[in-house]
């Protein structure tokens, strides 16, 4: 039995207030036998008040990116062991955001997962193909290139152990959302390829993102290989947010 996860992902959003006034309402809204497993994911500078925040509750932290280095002279980076220091469970790597907008190639993404592995943190990996790959019919070549890279340097068993996210580009803040069927197949593609690589991904959480919204989420994690959420922009308003963290 996997235990489905909703992880919020706030990218460069929030301010001190958010964070009380978000979590605060969170970890009210939230029962105590809640099944699926709740993680958030504020801006780097926020973590410590999160976590300050989140003591105590059943609320895991993640932060949304990574140097692949643990110390040294490299200005403006935070490193693994940093974030396992104030209190992360969880790092995002990969995400679509990433790949584009900072240029981050598969072996840098491979390289920033090992040193969140290192650090004994857990990954979420990102993976996912765009509107142009999709449509050329590449979907599933796109996923298995993102996903070997990381196979490649750690061993499909290591990989297996962290939480992987579909996030088709498409979807991302643009309203669109894959069908359940569309990320269903994806999903089960990418259980697939761990298990071919020999790893034994039945434990493996595959969470669904891309405009995840409370009218949808229940249908897509109804999914037998959906395990739960990544969600951008509707886990910065608490009531859309427990609504889906309810539906996993
Ligand atoms: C994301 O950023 O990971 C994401 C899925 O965003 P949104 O839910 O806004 O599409």
């Given at each position: ?51 300050t925040r989140l003591e105590g509750s059943r609320v895991a932290l ?187």
């Open positions: 039995m996997r235990q489905p996860m909703v992880a919020g992902n706030w990218k460069l959003n929030g301010s001190r207030k958010m964070v009380h006034e978000l979590l605060g309402d969170l970890l009210s809204g939230l029962s105590d036998g809640h099944a699926a497993e709740v993680a958030i994911c504020p801006p780097y500078v926020y973590l410590h008040e999160a976590m993640g932060a949304q990116d990574v140097s692949a280095e643990d110390e040294g002279a490299y200005t403006g980076e935070v490193s693994a062991p940093m974030l396992s220091d104030v209190g992360c469970r969880y790092v995002i790597v990969g995400h679509s955001e990433r790949r584009s907008l900072y240029h981050e190639t598969d072996e840098i993404v491979a390289h920033k997962f090992q040193a969140v592995n290192r650090a004994g943190l857990c990954p979420i990996l990102c993976v996912g193909e765009s509107l142009e790959e999709r449509n050329a019919g590449v979907t599933e070549a796109v996923v298995a290139r993102q996903l070997d890279a990381v196979v490649e340097l750690l061993g499909a068993e290591t990989v297996s152990r962290a939480v992987i996210a579909y996030e088709p580009v498409w979807a991302i803040g643009t309203g669109l959302t894959a069908s359940p069927e569309q990320a269903q197949a994806v999903h089960a593609y990418i259980r697939g390829r761990l298990a071919a690589a020999g790893a034994k991904p039945d434990q493996t959480r595959l969470l669904y993102g891309g405009s995840v919204k409370p009218d949808n989420a229940a249908e897509l994690f109804a999914m037998p290989d959906i395990d739960g959420g990544l969600i951008g922009g509707a886990s910065l308003q608490a009531e859309a947010f427990l609504a889906i963290c309810n539906a996993a």
